[in-house]
């Protein structure tokens, strides 16, 4: 990702930081959002609340509230997960190699605080090719009021 933003941390350094200044969010996030944002990991797929979500929205980050993607963006890729195109905001995201599991992919992390939220893979639609496979455990839905 290519921005003028100066936190250079670490997604473990930005979610530390996060935990340790935000005392009980285990707690809030319940065990599968902390297991997701915290620990890297995933949920099953076809299991999450917001993977059928149709409604106009934003999807924020579970762990800081911080807006991450817009409804407009969503699609059904098939994968088991919430699919989009882009984050809502070239600063939303941070993107870095993930080499665990044995394989190499591209790890999705909330700017803001480091929390984790999936991967990037380069067979999305549109110009950009790009879709963001992001736990439904590591999102908060706030849909849009009417009119």
């Not at 990702?1 to 530390?16: F, H, L």
């Not at 299991?47 to 407009?72: H, I, M, P, V, W």
């Not at 992919?105 to 090719?129: K, M, Y």
């Amino acid at each position: 990702m290519d921005d003028d933003r100066t936190d250079t941390r670490s997604p473990e350094e930005k979610r530390a930081a996060h935990t340790d200044s935000h005392p009980g969010l285990a707690d809030r996030l319940g065990p599968m959002a902390l297991y997701c944002t915290q620990e890297a990991g995933t949920e099953r797929a076809f299991t999450g609340s917001l993977l059928d979500e149709k409604r106009d929205g934003t999807y924020r980050c579970a762990a800081c509230g911080e807006a991450l993607f817009d409804s407009d963006d969503k699609y059904d890729s098939g994968s088991g997960w919430p699919s989009f195109t882009t984050p809502s905001g070239a600063a939303a995201v941070d993107v870095r190699t993930d080499s665990s599991l044995g394989m190499i992919r591209t790890e999705t992390t909330c700017a803001s605080c480091g929390a984790h939220l999936g991967h990037v893979f380069p067979d999305g639609p549109g110009a950009a090719g790009e879709r963001y496979c992001i736990n439904s455990a590591c999102l908060v839905f706030d849909e849009r009021p009417d009119g």
